[in-house]
């Protein structure tokens, strides 16, 4: 009988630290002989195929952004990984729409709305794990982005607000570095419990 793989997916503004809580997360399941991988650059790669993103994104992107991170799963497993890291889980892709919309006072029509939260909410009881970083103001931020405070703040909001809504189980993660190690550990040992099965 082949195991169950396990789903980490994070969430969260841009710039909280998810890409490198995730490497940290590989590297230690790696340590332990734990077949694992990350997906992500979701961002990066639909700039590069001419899809807005940031606070310019739409019912479009953010549904290519969700369908292509579902089919990036798909092909990690199908590779026999244990573990998917996934750097961005669906989610994430609906309150970063939702924080754009609000951002240019634009309105988000019904069946977009329905249709996308539809098309997220069918990947939720695949996670394990859901870990939602909350946004820190005082960390620094990375300076080649072109950040804008206002929409990183809307995004957080919307983040929260999404899983606050629906009531769905995830490990707040802040920039503290005992909450990291937490979100860390808790990860790390939910995957070797999993894999001594």
Known sequence: MTKTPIRIGVLGTHSTGKTTLLKRVEMELRGHGVPVARTGRLGKRAREIGLPKMQHHTPASTEWIIAQGIADEIAVL????????ADRAPLDAIAYLHAAVEYRGDHLARLDKERLMLLASTQLPKYDLLLAFVLDEDMPVDE?????ARYRRLVDQHVHGLLADDQIPHLRVTSDPDSQARAIDRAVQLCLQVAAL
């Open 144 to 148: 080649s982005h072109d950040y804008d």
């Open 78 to 85: 199908a590779q026999g990984m244990e573990v998917v890291l």
